[in-house]
């Protein structure tokens, strides 16, 4: 027989899974302050994995909106301004040096200029990005979809995750990173973003190239990208959960 659970992890497990965890998280800086919910988020990930995608299609679309719906000013979330002097140098270049590395498990590795990214199909999309912390905002975002890219690497059959490195430095050292499964990799809506409503990709908002989702909260969607890696597991990268905020305890899934 199953131990009953007390009323404050009910409430914080069917939250997750129906998809609401996020907003009794508050903000990005309290997580890590409460050891009970990084405790409870962990033993509950994979039912809010698995509600998640029971509620909702994996493919189906996130909503998107008209011109008019566009923010007169977009938020920006996460790091503005990386401390990363490799970084610095690419910016003061107009990233015309910049290249994204793409390997692991693919058949393919090669390496992208920007001109070559912007070369490959555009596909443009007005969608809402949902933060963690409460707030919304509509944007227009141009870029390519990530399952051309990943179409010209040729990903290997044991290949079952792309892990995003970054150019932000975070606390402890370490640079952000993240990781999607491939199934999302191959969404429509999931991009390698490098115009925002129009415009080249401010650095504020992850220049010269940032991970768009359509059905993930913000902190999935890395900025500043400078490596795609494919591999089998997360487990071996930073603290083992697939993300620098999962490693404190956030949601893998993170789907909304």
Known sequence: MSKPIDARRRRLILGLGAGAGSLLLGGCE???SDPDTQ???GSAQWLTRAAQRALVSRDALAPQYSLSDIAPVFRANGT???NNPVY???ARNQFRDWRLQVDGLVENPKEFSLDALRALRAHTQITRHDCVEGWSCIGQWTGAQLRDVL???LPRPQARYAMFFCADPMDGGSNYYESIDLRT???PQTLLAYALNGETLPVAYGAPLRLRLGRQLGYK???YVMHIQLVDSYR???GGQGGYWEDQGYAWYAGI
């Open 30 to 32: 309290r997580i890590s």
């Open 39 to 41: 405790r409870v988020l």
């Open 80 to 82: 503005t301004d990386p």
């Open 88 to 90: 610095q140098g690419y």
């Open 151 to 153: 179409a010209i690497v």
């Open 185 to 187: 990799a191959a969404h």
């Open 221 to 223: 969607m890395a900025k």
């Open 236 to 238: 071996s990268f930073g």
